[in-house]
């Protein structure tokens, strides 16, 4: 956002001691958010027959007391890591989307100006136009992402709504569980894939260093192979050595007698 947004300035908000300042908090904030379900996590056996233990949260002993404070603690945990991040992106991705799309309305009023003859080899068209594609093609994955993260957490926040303002609850299943649960992962594993779906420059590197590993690979493979292959004891010895070093220096010795 700051390096679109606020090209000039990039260089003095981005430093790298900002940048390990901000990591250190979020890491620190994280921990914090999870203090609650390493503190209150509880192993109970909830079915007898037969005998099934699960691990939940458990925040008093008292049903009534508990559900206060685990309605609380998902309301907040709602507003924290869904809500309050949706529109963090919405309204970041939508500042940055704009940025983009004037600056390719700007390249496509210049395109009709730009000839071969004030570009060499009569590139400049082809310039702008891989420019407006690069940056449509950020606009794209950006609102992918977003499209992604809504779709992955939405089920859980439905969920927690439908059960505080319905009269029937809704009766969550093992499977259904699992199945959010892998929802919710699929956001973090799903960003790679966007980035080789729409980033050009991402794949090239990708390919690079995925060539890099196999060629690595295959050398080690076939340094192993050579370190393991038996020496034929017949035709390389050190003896054999010794008597072609002998031969030749004595050889040398005669040609400079003569």
């Not at 990591?23 to 914090?32: A, K, P, R, T, Y």
């Not at 892998?182 to 420059?201: E, G, H, K, T």
């Amino acid at each position: 956002y700051i390096a679109i947004v606020f090209p000039i300035k990039a260089h003095i908000f981005c430093t790298k001691r900002r940048v390990l300042v901000v990591i250190v908090c979020i890491w620190l904030f994280s921990g914090l958010c999870s203090t609650p379900t390493t503190v209150f996590n509880r192993v109970l056996r909830l079915s007898e027959t037969p005998p099934q233990d699960f691990c939940i949260i458990q925040f008093h002993t008292n049903r009534s007391q508990h559900e206060v404070y685990n309605r609380i603690f998902k309301y907040t945990e709602c507003s924290l890591f869904y809500l309050g991040p949706l529109m963090i992106q919405v309204v970041c991705y939508t500042v940055i989307g704009k940025r983009l799309f004037v600056g390719v309305e700007k390249l496509h009023g210049n395109t009709g100006g730009i000839s071969s003859a004030t570009r060499p080899n009569g590139r400049g068209p082809r310039v702008v136009n891989e420019a407006i594609r690069a940056r449509k093609g950020v606009v794209k994955m950006l609102m992918a992402s977003v499209a992604i993260y809504f779709l992955s957490y939405s089920p859980h926040q439905i969920l927690l709504f439908y059960n505080t303002f319905s009269t029937a609850g809704f009766d969550k299943t093992w499977v259904f569980h699992v199945f959010t649960t892998i929802l919710a992962y699929i956001n973090s594993a799903a960003n790679p894939v966007l980035y080789c779906v729409f980033s050009d420059n991402f794949r090239s590197k990708f390919k690079i260093i995925f060539h890099r590993f196999i060629c690595c690979k295959s050398f080690c493979c076939r340094e192993n192979t050579t370190m393991s292959r038996p020496i034929n004891l017949q035709s390389y010895t050190e003896y054999t050595t010794l008597v072609r070093k002998n031969t030749q220096n004595h050889n040398n010795t005669s040609a400079v007698a003569l």
